[in-house]
């Protein structure tokens, strides 16, 4: 089981975020222990101070390093040998969240997150009780909490035994590299005009893979041209991940759970196509190429 903290000034923020989706599944299954904390419970003064000017002069407020030094050593010990959880502060000059970076935060035992405010923390929480510094992209919100949010959903859903099947980690994007995962489609085979392409529906799972490989290629270097060096050196690995894929299916395995929400009814794969159900005179998939 994984332990998570988070600390923030405004903890009732994570309150319906726990108990939903996957996180609350992940709660309810006993795979994660997670609790969000008011750093203002760690204030000493009659006014829960958290916040002062910033030296030098210049707008807004900055965290101070008391209480928030304490209350992170209080959840995760003093930094150093004997820490019991890594810190992460959430901040937009952090390093950029990426797939790895979140594989590896699955792997921890236990994890604090400290949500800044204001101008953020005074630089010297950083050096005396940070492990690292994690930023959602490079953009400015106002707190740290949204960040943490997307942090553990991300990381969450990593963990053994959230996924009903995991399989479907395996041919998402970025996964092992930098390919982005190509179209999804389900029920209707015709909406609006608009046909499922012709091969999902034909069966032929050597031909499924082989074309779901080409449209992720495609997809990449139409959408993230900064991708394809990554990709190309990525090619051999997503061709055997593709073709494994396609292995498993022509031994039935017809059911995919990809993305179903914990608890929500599964559903058998669309058939096969059958002739009755193509549109004539239309071109299934065209808005699809790469
Ligand atoms: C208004 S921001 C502070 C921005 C800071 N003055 C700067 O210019 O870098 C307040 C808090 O929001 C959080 N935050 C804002 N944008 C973020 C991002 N892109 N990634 C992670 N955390 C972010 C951080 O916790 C930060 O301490």
């Given at each position: 089981m994984i332990r998570i903290d988070v600390l923030?000034?405004?903890?009732?923020?994570?309150?319906?975020?726990?108990?939903?989706?996957?996180?609350?599944?992940?709660?309810?299954?006993?795979?994660?222990s997670?609790a969000?904390h008011?750093l203002?419970d760690w204030?000493?003064?009659?006014?829960?101070?958290?916040?002062?000017?910033?030296?030098?002069?210049?707008?807004?407020?900055?965290?101070?390093p008391e209480p928030l030094v304490t209350a992170i050593e209080a959840l995760a010990g003093p930094k150093g040998a004997d820490r019991r959880a890594r810190v992460v502060y959430?901040?937009?000059?952090?390093?950029?969240?990426?797939?790895?970076?979140?594989?590896?935060l699955?792997?921890e035992e236990a994890l604090v997150f400290v949500?800044?405010?204001?101008?953020?923390?005074?630089?010297r929480v950083i050096e005396l009780a940070v492990d690292e510094?994690?930023?959602?992209?490079?953009?400015?919100?106002?707190?740290?909490?949204?960040?943490?949010?997307?942090?553990?959903?991300?990381?969450?859903?990593?963990?053994?035994?959230?996924?009903?099947?995991?399989?479907?980690?395996?041919?998402?994007?970025?996964?092992?590299?930098?390919?982005?995962?190509?179209?999804?489609?389900?029920?209707?085979?015709?909406?609006?005009?608009?046909?499922?392409?012709?091969?999902?529906?034909?069966?032929?799972?050597?031909?499924?893979?082989?074309?779901?490989?080409?449209?992720?290629?495609?997809?990449?270097?139409?959408?993230?041209?900064?991708?394809?060096?990554?990709?190309?050196?990525?090619?051999?690995?997503?061709?055997?991940?593709?073709?494994?894929?396609?292995?498993?299916?022509?031994?039935?395995?017809?059911?995919?759970?990809?993305?179903?929400?914990?608890?929500?009814?599964?559903?058998?794969?669309?058939?096969?196509?059958?002739?009755?159900?193509?549109?004539?005179?239309?071109?299934?998939?065209?808005?699809?190429?790469?």
């Amino acid at each position: 089981m994984i332990r998570i903290d988070v600390l923030s000034l405004f903890p009732g923020l994570f309150g319906p975020f726990f108990e939903t989706a996957f996180v609350g599944h992940a709660r309810r299954q006993g795979l994660l222990s997670i609790a969000a904390h008011d750093l203002r419970d760690w204030a000493t003064d009659r006014h829960r101070s958290v916040d002062d000017s910033p030296y030098g002069g210049g707008a807004g407020m900055v965290m101070t390093p008391e209480p928030l030094v304490t209350a992170i050593e209080a959840l995760a010990g003093p930094k150093g040998a004997d820490r019991r959880a890594r810190v992460v502060y959430l901040s937009p000059q952090g390093a950029p969240l990426s797939q790895s970076r979140l594989e590896r935060l699955a792997g921890e035992e236990a994890l604090v997150f400290v949500c800044g405010r204001f101008e953020g923390v005074d630089e010297r929480v950083i050096e005396l009780a940070v492990d690292e510094e994690i930023s959602i992209g490079d953009y400015v919100l106002s707190g740290g909490d949204l960040p943490a949010m997307v942090v553990i959903e991300g990381l969450v859903r990593l963990l053994p035994g959230v996924l009903g099947n995991p399989e479907s980690i395996e041919t998402e994007s970025f996964r092992g590299g930098a390919l982005l995962e190509g179209p999804h489609y389900t029920r209707p085979p015709i909406y609006r005009g608009l046909s499922v392409p012709e091969i999902l529906r034909s069966g032929d799972h050597g031909a499924i893979a082989a074309w779901r490989s080409q449209q992720a290629e495609g997809r990449t270097i139409a959408r993230r041209p900064d991708l394809v060096p990554a990709l190309q050196s990525g090619r051999e690995q997503g061709r055997n991940r593709d073709t494994k894929q396609g292995q498993k299916g022509q031994e039935g395995e017809q059911d995919q759970e990809h993305g179903r929400e914990p608890g929500r009814k599964k559903r058998r794969a669309p058939e096969p196509a059958k002739e009755s159900t193509r549109e004539p005179g239309r071109e299934p998939g065209r808005d699809d190429a790469p």
